[in-house]
């Protein structure tokens, strides 16, 4: 299963695409941000992500689209365009038929890191440690992009585990949450740690 993750933004919209194999595993298909410059009429900046993401759905055809879910933030504007954004997104998998699924930040970090608090950080280290590239991809949202792919890919093992934002006791940690575990108690940062072991 070919999964697409978008990660909305009017400045940068993050979009990754991932291949879903037996076994939890995924690998890594295609990154990139989709970018606008602020001084743009807001229909043209539509249009110009709107474009971006088509060609990216022609090109690399996955058989999902998964988008983050828009909450509520202090800044009313940016929730504005990313709201935008994301009816942009959504109108172009409805026209190639493709199923949408929208995934909330918590459940994106729960689902990549065991924790739902986890920063971006956190996040673009798992996001690459699971995919096996080089270095984190930036900027984050191309990150933010892929783990929602990700999220996605394991959604359904991961809704089982238990309430959002953290690891069912009886669910066994992915390889790459286990690598994390062991790479978060070998540098003495136990926060997380102790979230994934619980």
């Given at each position: 299963m070919r999964v697409l993750g978008i990660d909305p933004g009017l400045t940068r919209c993050g979009v990754g695409i991932?291949?879903?194999?037996?076994?939890?595993?995924v690998s890594f298909v295609h990154v990139s941000v989709v970018t606008t410059a602020a001084d743009m009429p807001l229909e043209e900046r539509?249009?110009?992500?709107?474009?971006g993401?088509?060609?990216?759905?022609?090109?690399?055809?996955?058989?999902?689209?998964?988008?983050?879910?828009?909450?509520?933030?202090?800044?009313?504007?940016t929730v504005m365009g990313t709201a935008q954004v994301s009816g942009v997104a959504l109108l172009a998998a409805a026209r190639r038929s493709l199923p949408v699924a929208l995934h909330t930040?918590?459940?994106?970090?729960?689902?990549?890191?065991?924790?739902?608090?986890?920063?971006?950080?956190?996040v673009g280290t798992m996001v690459s440690?699971?995919?096996k590239l080089d270095e984190i991809?930036?900027?984050a949202?191309?990150?933010?992009?892929?783990?929602?792919?990700?999220?996605?890919a394991w959604r359904q093992p991961v809704v089982a585990a238990g309430a959002p934002g953290r690891v069912g006791a009886s669910t066994a940690l992915t390889p790459a949450q286990q690598a994390w575990l062991a790479a978060e108690r070998s540098t003495g940062k136990s926060a997380v740690a102790r979230?994934?072991?619980?």
């Open positions: 991932v291949d879903a194999h037996p076994g939890r595993t539509l249009v110009r992500v709107a474009s993401i088509e060609a990216i759905l022609d090109e690399h055809r996955p058989d999902c689209v998964a988008v983050e879910r828009v909450f509520a933030q202090h800044n009313v504007r930040p918590s459940e994106v970090k729960a689902a990549i890191t065991g924790y739902g608090q986890a920063d971006k950080r956190q440690k699971i995919l991809p930036r900027p949202d191309a990150a933010d992009a892929l783990a929602l792919a990700i999220c996605h979230r994934l072991a619980r």
